[in-house]
């Protein structure tokens, strides 16, 4: 079956605009998280979404970050007003069940650079 | 607060040597753990977790894993490394129980091998 796809793979926006960066997760997985990874970082979590129900955004930076997943399947992050520390890939992960014991499948990222 | 350290940030093997990457983490009780393998422009790959039971895990490409609680270590080894081991790797640790499963990662160590 498909894994994880993010779209776009790379975007490259002037300070001040507004992204949107998409998830489709592995079908029927009821777990979604979004990670923000830093050059030369390791991934730092964003927020995790129990089907369509936002659970956990203790990681977003700042309020222009905003997440959803309306229907419990596709994700969409959204920055608005990006500044040039937005630059970073964003990961996309899921994960059929709640739960730390349950191991996540990351898609390939999409590599966010603010001008 | 929980956190993860990879103490390496750049190791260089020989083809055909053995490999030990290094991680410690901090965290009141015993957390799930987790290595994941990045290649360039690409998502994280699961290689081996460790959640109770058997201190030495196997993992996916001849990768294995020792947990010692007396030292807060997790380091992961490979009798032999093979140059398409070269990527990143990191340490992963997630909350056991009642938890929204979210990983919080080491820096990373780049692994680079030598023909």
């Known amino acids: 079956g498909a894994g994880v796809s993010q779209s776009p793979r790379y975007k490259v926006a002037k300070r001040g605009q507004d992204v949107a960066l998409r998830c489709d997760p592995i079908s029927g997985h009821v777990s979604l998280f979004w990670y923000q990874q830093a050059l030369g970082q390791g991934p730092e979590f964003l927020t995790y979404f129990q089907n369509e129900a936002q659970l956990d955004k203790s990681g977003l930076p700042s309020d222009r970050f905003f997440a959803e997943r309306p229907e419990g399947s596709v994700s969409t992050l959204k920055i608005q007003r990006t500044q040039q520390e937005d630059s970073a890939v964003y990961l996309c992960?899921?994960?059929?069940?709640?739960?730390?014991?349950?191991?996540?499948?990351f898609g390939d990222g999409t590599r966010l650079s603010i001008l | 607060a929980q956190s993860v350290t990879q103490p390496d940030i750049h190791i260089t093997v020989s083809e055909g040597a053995s490999l030990e990457l290094r991680c410690n983490y901090s965290?009141?009780?015993?957390?799930?753990l987790f290595w994941y393998v990045q290649s360039p422009g690409q998502g994280l790959q699961l290689l081996l977790k460790?959640?109770?039971?058997?201190?030495l895990v196997q993992g996916i490409k001849g990768f294995e894993a020792e947990f010692k609680r007396s030292q807060s270590s997790f380091n992961l080894r490979k009798p032999s490394v093979h140059w398409s081991d070269a990527a990143e790797y990191f340490c992963?640790?997630?909350?056991?129980?009642?938890?929204?499963?979210?990983?919080?990662f080491g820096q990373g160590t780049t692994l680079q091998v030598k023909p």
């Open positions: 460790y959640f109770s039971g058997d201190t």
């Open positions: 992960a899921s994960s059929v069940y709640q739960g730390g014991n349950q191991p996540q499948h």
């Open positions: 992963a640790v997630g909350a056991p129980s009642g938890n929204t499963g979210k990983l919080i």
């Open positions: 965290y009141g009780a015993t957390p799930y």
